[in-house]
């Protein structure tokens, strides 16, 4: 009996070493978002400028810089593709944006995605409008998804846990009745 109450201990120590660490991955965030609005859109036929107000890029990432893709399309055109690096796992940096590309003609809507490396953190970006040379219009954040790891929840792990004890507890009782 003290021997079956010993590897029942044992098995619970067993699955709490396993849930502990994957309850503090429940809790990471990580993602890659464009956050405010920009003080200033300018249009130019050449380019667009987005600068100053709250316009801003915030990152967590479970590496030690973000290591991205910058894209840039004119009507759905590409026109600007650029890797990126920026250093540390996490931070913010104003999202001031000076884009130049070949020239194009009124309308046009001009979309920036930032795409991380990482497959796991979907990109994010802007949009806005450009009518004619000067302000733009319209401006829109895309797709700022934070992303947690692992996708199990606190009481499924919790079950598991559980199930895993009640598992291991009727097998060393079977055990313990078949050597005796």
Known sequence: MKKNLRDTARMTLLCLACVIPALAGAQSQF???????????????????????????NWNVPTSELDATLEGRVNG??????????????????????VSFPTEAFPYTFTVRLIPTIASIPPTGISFFCPAAGPGTNFMILSNAVVELPASSLWGLVWTS???????????????????
């Open 77 to 98: 055109n590409l026109v600007v593709s650029t890797s990126v690096m920026i250093p540390g796992s996490s931070g913010t940096v104003p999202g001031d944006l000076n």
């Open 31 to 57: 993602f890659v978002q464009v956050v405010g609005v920009p003080g200033t859109i300018t249009c130019a036929p050449d380019g667009v400028i987005a600068t100053g107000g709250t316009f801003a890029l």
């Open 162 to 180: 559980a199930l895993l004890v009640i598992l291991g507890t009727i097998v060393l009782r079977r055990r313990a009745r078949l050597s005796s």
